[in-house]
T-cell receptor
Framework: DAGVTQSPTHLIKTRGQQVTLRCSPI?????VSWYQQVLGQGPQFIFQ???????GRGNFPDRFSARQFPNYSSELNVNALLLGDSALYLC?????????????FGQGTRLTVV | AQRVTQPEKLLSVFKGAPVELKCNYS??????LFWYVQYSRQRLQLLLR??SRESIKGFTADLNKGETSFHLKKPFAQEEDSAMYYCALSNTGNQFYFGTGTSLTVIP
């Protein structure tokens, strides 16, 4: 099993642009969550999706959006990029959407906004 | 609101010495507590979780609900334990809230 895969691994965007990050969960996992990790901080919860429905949203502006597809893969979109959006974006998948199950993390996408 | 606090950003110990990484949390419900570890150039991975009560790689963690703490301990540190350690809590919806992490260096 390849584990959780994210693409791209790195990208550079200009302020005001839009970006889409992609995540493929572990086969059989139905829940995908997104986290933002700013340098020197722990991962911060952005979104959780389970069975294609949003199950939770962290304290992030509406510029951040996400969706989950029928094959359980997911995309995170960020509009009107700001310099402060520069971070490592992590995707995590879980077997279920609740019940304190383990989250398996991808390698992340390093986003740099210039 | 939920909060996880790891007071030490950096921690250095000598090989063979005991190590303790501190974690305190605040949460209004009944969370599950985890320790995740990130070795150099590797992805974040689960080290242990309270509910399973396992000892992984010699590490243990005891949940103290009175002190709202979940400190990670190992009696004899090894060089391969050098890594970034994150304490996290999960709510019933499986959403994780992480501390800022402690970078552990084990000195040979």
């Amino acid at each position: 099993d390849a584990g959780v895969t994210q693409s791209p691994t790195h990208l550079i965007k200009t302020r005001g642009q839009q970006v889409t990050l992609r995540c493929s969960p572990i086969s059989g996992h139905k829940s995908v969550s997104w986290y933002q990790q700013v340098l020197g901080q722990g991962p911060q919860f952005i979104f959780q999706y389970y069975e294609k429905e949003e199950r939770g949203r962290g304290n992030f502006p509406d510029r951040f959006s996400a969706r989950q597809f029928p094959n359980y893969s997911s995309e995170l979109n960020v509009n009107a990029l700001l310099l402060g959006d520069s971070a490592l974006y992590l995707c995590a998948s879980s077997l279920e959407g609740g019940g304190y199950t383990e989250a398996f993390f991808g390698q992340g996408t390093r986003l740099t906004v210039v | 609101a939920q909060r996880v606090t790891q007071p030490e950003k950096l921690l250095s110990v000598f090989k063979g010495a005991p190590v303790e990484l501190k974690c305190n949390y605040s949460y209004s419900g009944s969370p599950e507590l985890f320790w995740y570890v990130q070795y150099s150039r590797q992805r974040l991975q689960l080290l242990l979780r309270h509910i399973s009560r396992e000892s992984i790689k010699g590490f243990t963690a005891d949940l103290n609900k009175g002190e709202t703490s979940f400190h990670l301990k190992k009696p004899f540190a090894q060089e391969e334990d050098s890594a970034m350690y994150y304490c996290a809590l999960s709510n019933t919806g499986n959403q994780f809230y992480f501390g800022t992490g402690t970078s552990l260096t084990v000195i040979p």
